[in-house]
């Protein structure tokens, strides 16, 4: 993403998810399962709410 799409964007938390990214990618050792959970949980699905209205509809099929 770029940096003005995510200031067009500030409901969702990009710095969270990219330090969340960092920690599974380099800190493999410190990841804490509980952590883990509740990102799965109870952040995640909230996130894909935020993130539907950003996804532009799948193309039309022109049924031919």
């Known amino acids: ?5 995510q200031q067009q964007h500030p409901e969702i ?7 969340q990214r960092h920690v599974l ?7 804490k399962h509980e952590r883990i959970w509740l990102v ?5 699905p909230v996130l894909i709410e935020q993130l539907k209205g950003l996804v532009p509809p ?3 099929e ?3």
């Open 1 to 5: 993403m770029t940096e003005a799409y």
């Open 13 to 19: 938390p990009w710095s969270m998810i990219m330090g």
């Open 25 to 31: 990618a380099h800190d493999y050792g410190e990841i």
């Open 40 to 44: 799965a949980t109870v952040h995640v």
């Open 58 to 60: 799948p193309p039309q």
């Open 62 to 64: 022109s049924g031919g």
